[in-house]
C-alpha cells in the first residue's frame, strides 16, 4: 500500500534538491527525445542551446532583455496569486500597455518634449493594463464571477483591440503594418542607459522585483494580500475589507502588465502588433508558480523558460529543426517540475507491499 | 445582401471544432478539471491525425488503391490515441500528483502547440515541397464525403446535408453527453465529483476513476475536434499555427453554454458564426472594423459570465470544485 500524507515544512535545501532531481531527469527524457525524433546527439543540442544562450555579449543582452520583460510579467502577476485570484490575463493587460504607450508615441509624438512624451507614455499604459485588470476584479469582488475565464477572454478582447488599431494606424496603408514608430526623431523611446540599449529595461526591473518583495512580504497590504489569499472568510473575520483588497491587488496587477506593455514598446520593440506580448502572460503564470510565487526566487526560474527560448531559436537555425522543438523540451521540463511539487508537498511512505513511487510520466 | 444559404454552412463548418472542444471540456470540467491545455490537445489531436494518414497516404503506390474505409479509421485513431496521452498526462499530474491545474493545463498548451508545429513541420520537409503545408487531397475527400442527395434539396440539403461525417458525429456527441450528464446514475455521480468531491467520496464513488475517465474522454473528444478541422474544414492541408485560438474559444464556450453540452450545438455554430461574420458583413473600404468584429464571441462569453454571476441561480454555476485537486486527507 502507498500511504500518502501532507509533510509539514520541507527544508529549502531539500526541496531545491528535489527540483534539481526533476530537472536532471527532464533533461535525461528530453535528450532521449531528441534523438528518438531527430536522430541528433543531444549533448550537442543542450551545448548549441547553451551556446545560443551565452554565446557571445549581445546573446547575453538579449537574453537579460527576455529575462527582464518575463520576470516584469511575472512580478505584476505574482500578488493576484498570492491571492488565490487567477490572473490568467496578462497577455491582454500587456497588450493594451502597448497599445497606450504606442498611441501616444503615435499621436503625441511631434507635440511634447521626449521627457514630458515618456512621463504620458507611462501613465496611460499603466492606466490602460490596471483598467483591463480592475474589469473582472470588480466583478470578482462583488459578484464573484469566475476570474480565470473572465481574464482569459479579456486577452482577446484586448488582441482584437490592438488589430483594429494597427489597421487604423498602418504604414503603409494596405500593408497590416505599423512599422517602426518614429524612427526618425525617436520620440518616445527610452533612452539608452551606458551606451546600451537594453539596459534600462533591465534596471527598471531589477528595482520592481525587489520592491515588490519589499511589498509582499514586509507591508500590511502584502499581509493583507497572503490572508484573503489563505481564507477569505478569516480575512473578513479580522476585519480586512476583502472587496477592497481584490481591487487595489489587481490594480497594482494590471498596472505592472502595463508597465511591461511600455518596456515593449518604448524600450525594445517601438511598434505595436497583436503577438507583441508573444505568450508571455501565460508563460508569466508558470514563472511565477514554478517560484511558489516569491518575486526573488522568479529570477531564476524565468531564467529558466528565457533560456529554453533563446536556446531554442539557436538550434532550430543550426540543426534545421523547427522552432517548435523548443516548445516540446520547455513542455517537458514544465511537466516534471510540476510533477516534482507533489514530492515536497506530500510525503510517500510504503507500508508492506512495494510499489515503486514515480516520478516521470 | 446577406446570403443566409452561403452563411450558415461556413458557420457550422466553423462551429464543429467548437463544439467537439466545448463538449471534450465540459465533460471534463463536469469532473472538476478545469483542463487549459484543451488548444493544446486539439492541436495534438489534429497532428496526430495527420501523421496517421500521411503515413497511410505515402505508403500506397497510388492514391487510387485507398481504401476509404481504412482512410478513415487510421487517422481517427491516431488522433484518439494521441489526446488520450494528452488526457493521461494531465489526469496523472492532477490527480495522482495534485498538481496546479491551472499550471498544468498551460504547460499542455505549450508543448501540445509545439508538438503540432513541430511535426507538422518535419512533414512538410519530408514532402519537400515549396509550401509550408501538408496536403492530404485523398483522406481529406473521404472525410468530406456527403450524403449523396444532399446537392438536389437545394438550399435545405446546403444548409443540413452538405457536411462531412464528423460534423454529425460531433452533434451526436454532444446530445449523447447531455444525456449522459442529466439523466443517468454515472452522470449524476460525475456531477457528485466535480460538485464536492468529499461528499462523493463518502458515497462510495471512486474519485480519482471518474476523474481520469471524464478527462481523457473529454481530450478524446476534444482531439477530434482537431482532426475535424484539419481533414474537413481545411481540405486536409495542415499548416503551422494554422488553428489559431479556437482551442481558447472552446473553453468560452464552456461558459457560455453555462456547462451543457446539448445548448453548445446551436451555441457552437453561433460562435462559428460571429468568428466570421465579419467576411459577411459589407465594411467597405473601413477593414479595421472587421477586426472588431472578431471580438464579438469573446465579449458575448464575458457577458454570459457576469449575467450567470449575477443571478447566482445553483444549477447555473460552475462546478463547485472546478480546478481543485482533491486530497482525501485534507479537510
Known sequence: MIHIAKRKEMSLAQASLIRAIAIALALVTCGIITTFTTGLNPISVYATMFEGAFGSARKVWILLQELSILLCVSIAL?????????????????????????????????????????????????????????IPAFFKARWNTNETLFTLMMNYVATQLVAYFVIVWEVPKGSGNIGIINQSTEAGWFPQVAGNKYLLNILLVAFLTVAMYVYLTRSKHGYEISVVGESTNT?????????????????????????????????????????????????????????KFNPLVMVASSLLLVFMECGAGEISTAFGLNHSFGDILTGIILFFIIGSEFFITYQVRFTRKEKGGEEHV | MFDLAAFIPRAVAQGIPLLFGSTGEIITEKSGNLNLGIPGVMYVGGI?????????????ADPADMNSFLAVLIPVVCCLIGSLLMGLLYCFLTVNLRSNQNVTGLAMTTFGVGFGNFFGGSLIKLTGTDVPTISLGATSRVFRTTLPFANSLGWFGKIFFSYGFLAYVAVLIALLASYVLDRTRIGLQLRAVGEDPATADAAGINITRYKYIATCLGCMIAGLGGLYYVMDYANGIWSNDAFGDRGWLAIALVIFTIWRPNVSVPASILFGGLYILYLFIPTGKNLAVKELYKMLPYVVTIVVLI??????KRENQPPESLGLPYFREDR
Open chain 1, 235 to 291: 480575512a473578513r473575520y479580522v476585519g480586512i475589507k476583502v472587496e477592497q483588497v481584490i481591487l487595489r491587488t489587481l490594480l497594482l496587477s494590471g498596472a505592472i502588465c502595463g508597465f511591461a506593455g511600455l518596456l515593449l514598446v518604448a524600450g525594445t520593440n517601438h511598434t505595436l502588433t497583436t503577438t507583441l506580448a508573444g505568450g508571455r502572460g501565460f508563460t508569466a503564470v508558470m514563472v511565477a508558480w514554478l517560484a
Open chain 2, 307 to 312: 449575467i450567470t454571476s449575477m443571478r447566482s
Open chain 2, 48 to 60: 496526430c491525425g495527420v501523421i496517421g494518414s500521411f503515413l497511410y497516404e505515402n505508403s500506397l
Open chain 1, 78 to 134: 505574482t500578488p493576484a496569486f498570492r491571492m488565490r485570484f487567477w490572473n490568467l490575463g496578462g497577455e491582454g493587460q500587456i497588450l493594451v500597455g502597448c497599445l497606450a504607450a504606442a498611441s501616444c508615441m503615435i499621436i503625441l509624438g511631434d507635440r511634447l518634449p521626449n521627457a514630458v512624451l515618456i512621463l504620458v507614455m507611462l501613465l496611460a499604459s499603466i492606466a490602460a493594463g490596471a483598467v483591463w485588470a480592475v
